[in-house]
């Protein structure tokens, strides 16, 4: 389920806009993180790491914390009006897990006493409600609502303009991707890979797959038949001989009314995803931008 289909988006959205605003946050880049944690009261404890605790640190420090989880990257305890964060993880991580937990508290129908969040809790797609608002409101807030859209404008139309969005913002690669494609008002699609596995084949799980409206209202749904993708594939070939960033595949694929139409497709491996970005072909924005990837 996507973030689109909360009942409380447009809500949220006002509540990230008057966060930004009166945090004088608006159209500072790459987005002030810190000063809006700062705005919303709430203060980012620096001394502890979580990712060097002992188990029963949770359960003893915390009393709405019931089990420690795996990997716990981010907490809110909203009487302590503290942030406590996996400080091992890289800045743009902790940018979005930081707006997380600031959802949490910006959500006021939200009256737990506090909030412990791990990969799960934070992905987007997670089924749990309150979890899906703090990573909505997270992903507004950090790349600024509509800002976002306006500076999509004046780039091309590439996967090296999520790339660059994203430094801008101070957001993950991923994060700046899937919202250039989700809000896109051009035709794109985006799948998005797990690190390949060698079990017999060389092969990756398909972790996601989104479409932007204007590419499901003129080719339906695309559908991913198998859970993963094998060396037929030319991205997986992309992965398999080391390639990181390019904009120079073609791949034909069903579309739903079962015709076969070929796409170029965009590539990009980081050292978590590999995402194919896919556009039908002549399709752009109008830009003198010319973007050199590093």
């Not at 070929?262 to 399709?283: D, I, Q, R, W």
Request: proline share 4%.
């Amino acid at each position: 389920m996507k973030n689109g289909d909360l009942d409380s988006s447009d809500e949220i959205e006002k509540i990230a806009r008057n966060i930004l605003i009166a945090s004088k946050a608006w159209g500072k880049f790459p987005t002030p993180v810190d000063e809006i944690a700062e705005f919303a009261e709430l203060q980012i404890e620096m001394g502890i790491n979580l990712s060097e605790v002992e188990p029963d640190f949770f359960t003893t420090k915390f009393e709405f914390v019931k089990r420690a989880l795996a990997k716990t990257l981010g907490i809110l305890d909203r009487r302590k009006k503290t942030i406590y964060l996996d400080h091992s993880q890289i800045k743009s991580r902790k940018n979005f897990i930081k707006l997380h937990e600031v959802g949490h508290k910006a959500c006021d129908w939200q009256s737990a006493l506090g909030f412990i969040d791990d990969d799960k809790t934070i992905d987007p797609d997670i089924n749990d409600k309150f979890e899906r608002e703090a990573s909505f409101f997270a992903s507004s807030a950090l790349f600024q609502l509509e800002r976002f859209d306006d500076e999509v404008l004046k780039l091309p139309l590439e996967i090296y303009s999520p790339l660059t969005l994203a430094k801008k913002f101070g957001g993950s690669n991923h994060a700046a991707i899937r919202r250039y494609v989700e809000r896109s008002q051009k035709r794109l699609a985006l799948l998005v890979l797990h690190k390949p596995e060698i079990n017999g084949e060389f092969s990756a799980k398909i972790r996601n797959y989104f479409q932007s409206t204007k590419f499901t209202a003129d080719f339906g749904e695309i559908s991913w038949a198998n859970e993963k993708c094998g060396p037929e594939w030319p991205f997986i070939q992309d992965i398999q001989r080391g390639k990181k960033l390019h904009k120079a595949g073609q791949i034909a694929l069903k579309i739903s009314s079962g015709e076969f139409v070929t796409f170029t497709y965009h590539f990009f491996n980081s050292s978590y995803n590999s995402f194919v970005f896919l556009l039908p072909l002549g399709e752009m924005i109008k830009s003198r931008t010319v973007i050199v990837p590093l």
